[in-house]
């Protein structure tokens, strides 16, 4: 038997300011901040039903349902109540994604205390929350459901009362993708260009690569060796062995052409994927991974990836980095001596005097 549909809030919230104070040998931040929670956010849906199964209504743009905090949010919740209910969930999303707003923590902390409620599992606050740090550092203020001084990886809180204030919260909508593939893989993308670019690596310096991360990256990327260009955006072989060859990634990689060149089929076979249960105990609210080089002189290189998601918010491009990718997109359409003026054009827009200058600087042909 299904329920009706149940609906319940899940505010966004503000870091009123944020300082690192310390590293974790886990590799977390120990910071101090203030959470403000706002009375402004998403709205989760629920509907309870009998046949066990949990399951996700409708699409969330930019997270796929293996990455999704509210089905693993209802999951570790039934698991630790040893309940056998299921629901159905739904999203009716506000809060942006990636602006550090924390809408997946709070539709995730929402889940718990909702279904705890629905599902009649009987879990006290203290537990909720313990379930709710292992699904990421901000879940547990929301669990709570106040505002708070927090400290330790964010877990550790104390409730502040603080005097209403109005914010005014600017969307600009761009959160530029590094690679022309799935994000999961981006930070662990940049955690191998830079092993390769600060250590000068050459592709016949490489006996073997291993990727170690959690199964939230990597079950999506389930190719060992890709055959085409589709496969290509979901293999950690190809993608380690683009940057590798190539010190890049980008749209002249990403075809069916280069994936099966001879050096690409050579290098797969070098890199492996690792579940590291280490990492995936961390939670799912960052992209983690660790990266390790065996070389054949006999070292070993380590280099864990920046869980700030480069091309987001909170790690913005440079301008290098944003004119790079404008120019490996542009050029399927601009020759490449236009590239670098079109690219100036675009930036100095607001001081153009005829929108004419913009349309012939994009122009393929002069």
């Known amino acids: 038997m299904t329920q009706s549909w149940t609906s319940w809030p899940a505010p966004a919230k503000l870091n009123l300011f944020l300082h690192i104070v310390g590293r974790r040998a886990d590799g977390y931040h120990l910071l101090q901040t203030v959470f403000q929670l706002l009375d402004w956010g998403d709205t989760v849906r629920l509907r309870v039903r009998a046949d066990g199964q949990i399951a996700r209504v409708g699409d969330v743009p ?27 969930i739904a999203l009716d999303k ?47 203020v929301f669990v709570g459901g106040y505002s708070a001084w927090a400290e ?56 073997a690569v291993r990727l170690r ?25 190809f993608l380690m062995s683009a940057i590798i060859l190539q010190r890049r990634a980008g749209m002249r990689e990403f075809t069916d052409e280069f994936v099966a060149s001879a050096p690409v089929q050579a290098m797969m076979p070098k890199v492996t994927a690792v579940h590291d249960l280490e990492i995936e105990k961390q939670g799912f609210d960052k992209i983690r991974s660790v990266v390790e080089v065996d070389l054949v002189d006999g070292r070993k290189l380590v280099q864990p990836s920046d869980d700030r998601y480069r091309g987001g918010p909170d790690n913005p491009f440079s301008r290098a980095d944003l004119q790079a990718k404008f120019e490996d997109t542009a050029q399927l359409v601009l020759p490449q001596a236009k590239l670098g003026h079109a690219f100036a054009t675009i930036e100095s827009v607001d001081s153009l005097g005829s929108v004419r200058a913009l349309i012939q600087a994009l122009k393929p042909t002069a």
């Open 152 to 207: 330790g990886v964010g877990e550790k809180l104390t409730p502040i009362a603080l005097r209403p204030r109005h914010y005014v919260i600017v969307d600009p909508g761009v959160s530029v993708k590094p690679y022309p593939c799935g994000s999961l893989s981006h930070p662990s993308m940049d955690a191998m260009l830079k092993v390769v670019v600060d250590n000068d690596l050459k592709p016949g310096q490489i006996k």
């Open 94 to 140: 506000r809060i942006p994604l990636g602006g550090g707003l924390g809408g997946g923590s709070s539709d995730a902390a929402t889940v718990l205390v909702a279904l705890n409620d629905l599902w009649l599992a009987g879990l006290s606050p203290d537990q909720l929350a313990g379930i709710a740090l292992g699904l990421g550092a901000d879940v547990p």
């Open 213 to 237: 991360a959690g199964n939230n990256i990597l079950e999506p990327l389930r190719y060992t060796i890709a055959k085409t260009e589709l496969e290509a955006k979901f293999s950690v072989p």
């Open 62 to 88: 930019g997270v796929p349902p293996e990455q999704d905090l509210c089905l693993r949010a209802a999951q570790a919740l039934r698991q630790q109540s040893a309940g056998r209910l299921g629901v159905d």
